[in-house]
């Protein structure tokens, strides 16, 4: 059977009673992905995810868990983490199998990939909610609710197909509802409770403006950079006082080696729009107060500092021309006037 081996993680799984003051909801997933080249050779990948963050990675030769930090192992032991490695890598390669052996009856057509996700989400206040979902070339395929398996309305007949096939382990899915409706929640808390002091890390951002290369002639690519935030969830716009500018790029949220987080967004506006813009950042570590960032006209800043240097070394030379004069005791020299 494809999950026969699941039902072992209830008896695996420790509990835990911690509690955290994480406000938003959490979730832990794994998540595997089986790609399929021929009828013979197919490759597997595996990770596990805290929300966004990724926790454990997979070495699919040995089916051996990478452990990415030091709390990723909650408070398993260690021979409950080895009967769990050998029973994923078992359960990689019978989910791998049923794909195998239905490529004709599912009308699955070579290269192709199927995603398995199954995990649980914690909400503040409510009860958690198992979750178990397959996909097919990244399209919503089946998902088990109430221990059952149903179709996605996109799926078509395979989709039917698959879940047919699915509903007839009785067993199997008794085992799945157990391990994600109680047993994924309790280990979640453990998480979260061993890996709280980077979970609820917080970095304040640092932030800076430039210019990007000219988009087209009498144009400006304004950019703001965001650097050195964490947790990584933060909101950032380009402004025209309180009117956000709806033509804000944002780019991808790019790691730091110390865990932080690089974001930069762009706006492309007419040179002679681009006074009074503003970028604001908003983040967990600002308590509340926006950061707001506004652009100056670079002729501007010109102007500024003409007006500010010019006069200073204008008044340093004529310093050093008296300091000569008058280390010389030339006053005639100095002066212009001929001495009596």
Not at 230 to 249: A, C, F, I, L, S
Request: aromatic share 12%; charged share 15%.
């Amino acid at each position: 059977m494809l999950f026969l081996q699941l039902v072992l993680l209830v008896v695996l799984l420790p509990g835990g009673d911690s509690e955290d003051a994480f406000q938003e909801p959490m979730s832990f997933q794994i998540i595997l992905t089986v790609s399929f080249y021929n009828h013979s050779w197919t490759q597997n990948l595996g990770s596990a995810w805290l929300n966004e963050l990724q926790t454990h990675s997979w070495d699919n030769k040995t089916g051996a868990f990478i452990f990415l930090w030091p709390w990723s192992r909650g408070n398993w032991t260690t021979e409950q983490l080895m009967k769990l490695e050998k029973l994923l890598y078992t359960y990689s390669i019978g989910f791998r199998q049923v794909f195998q052996d239905h490529v004709r009856h599912w009308q699955l057509e070579y290269p192709f990939q199927v995603q398995l996700a199954e995990g649980c989400k914690l909400h503040t206040g409510e009860a958690s909610v198992g979750f178990v979902r397959i996909a097919y070339q990244g399209a919503d395929l089946a998902s088990f609710q109430n221990m059952t398996w149903w179709p996605s309305p996109k799926g078509g007949s395979r989709a039917q197909q698959v879940c047919k096939l699915f509903n007839q382990y009785h067993m199997t899915n008794e085992g799945l509802h157990t391990l994600f409706s109680d047993s994924c929640p309790r280990f979640l808390l453990s998480l979260l409770d061993a890996g709280k002091e980077d979970l609820q890390r917080q970095e304040r951002p640092e932030a800076w403006l430039s210019t990007g290369p000219s988009p087209s002639p009498g144009h400006l690519l304004l950019v703001c950079h965001i650097s050195g935030f964490h947790p990584k969830p933060v909101w950032v716009m380009w402004m025209r006082g309180e009117k956000e500018q709806q033509g804000t790029q944002r780019g991808d949220v790019l790691p730091h080696g110390d865990g932080t987080w690089y974001l930069q967004t762009s706006l492309d506006v007419k040179a002679s729009e681009a006074a009074d813009l503003s970028c604001r950042v908003r983040h967990s570590s600002l308590g509340g107060q926006d950061m707001v960032l506004h652009w100056e006209q670079p002729h501007s800043v010109g102007l500024v500092f003409l007006a500010v240097i010019v006069p200073l070394v204008l008044l340093a030379g004529l310093a050093l021309w008296l300091w000569k004069c008058w280390k010389t005791h030339w006053r005639p020299q100095c002066t212009g006037f001929p001495v009596e």
